[in-house]
T-cell receptor, first 115, second 117 residues
Framework: GESVGLHLPTLSVQEGDNSIINCAYS??????FIWYKQESGKGPQFIID?????DKRQGQRVTVLLNKTVKHLSLQIAATQPGDSAVYFC??????????????FGQGTILTVHP | GAGVSQSPSNKVTEKGKDVELRCDPI?????LYWYRQSLGQGLEFLIY????????KSGLPSDRFSAERTGGSVSTLTIQRTQQEDSAVYLC???????????????FGEGSRLTVL
């Protein structure tokens, strides 16, 4: 079955460093992936998505890399700031659905940025 | 408001009681989702509404859970005969998209924290 999981449950970095958050997936047929950020006491917030016909996609200070060969997804945050401290989730559409909003989420990685 | 609004923000109830959780999506958003977030299970999909189509209820954990969406806008999630394992944060999300384009970009509310004693 499909599943989305994370290698590292916690990541601690210094302000200004680059952060890399990793995610593994098991369903080789998955064609869409998405990253969310969740700050304490708030709902998840969309960061960036990528379709399987791409290897890389860039946003503002964030880059998502997709390696379909090893079924691995990563989120890179450049010049990490204290405001980036949050839980980061990778997600993919649940099997059997037509809407990409019907998601299976990974367990999450806690990113802590030290000033 | 500009975002998804959920109420109540916190609800404490006794085992066996019924609860209703409300979601006001962003105006004009056609798709509405309910998710549940708990320590043991993480973020789980519950139910999805798209326009006037029949809802996708495939994530509801038991028949004690139901949801409706009136007039294509406000949604209510109802949990009957609550159990302690129902304790979680219930998150509502909306999206301006259906499946065209198909995207996982959802706008989440801050959630309703349910505690069943």
């Amino acid at each position: 079955g499909e599943s989305v999981g994370l290698h590292l449950p916690t990541l601690s970095v210094q302000e200004g460093d680059n952060s890399i958050i990793n995610c593994a997936y098991s369903n080789s047929a998955s064609d869409y992936f998405i990253w969310y950020k969740q700050e304490s006491g708030k709902g998840p917030q969309f960061i960036i998505d990528i379709r399987s016909n791409m290897d890389k996609r860039q946003g503002q200070r964030v880059t998502v890399l997709l390696n379909k060969t090893v079924k691995h997804l990563s989120l890179q945050i450049a010049a990490t700031q204290p405001g980036d401290s949050a839980v980061y989730f990778c997600a993919e559409p649940k099997g059997g659905g037509t809407s990409y909003g019907k998601l299976t989420f990974g367990q999450g990685t806690i990113l802590t940025v030290h000033p | 408001g500009a975002g998804v609004s959920q109420s109540p923000s916190n609800k404490v109830t006794e085992k066996g009681k019924d609860v209703e959780l409300r979601c006001d999506p962003i105006s004009g958003h056609t798709a509405l989702y309910w998710y549940r977030q708990s320590l043991g299970q993480g973020l789980e999909f519950l139910i999805y509404f798209q326009g006037n189509s029949a809802p996708d209820k495939s994530g509801l954990p038991s028949d004690r859970f139901s949801a409706e969406r009136t007039g294509g806008s406000v949604s209510t999630l109802t949990i009957q005969r609550t159990q302690q394992e129902d304790s979680a944060v219930y998150l509502c999300a909306s999206s301006p998209h259906g499946t065209d384009p198909n995207t996982g970009e959802l706008f989440f509310g801050e959630g309703s924290r349910l505690t069943v004693l």
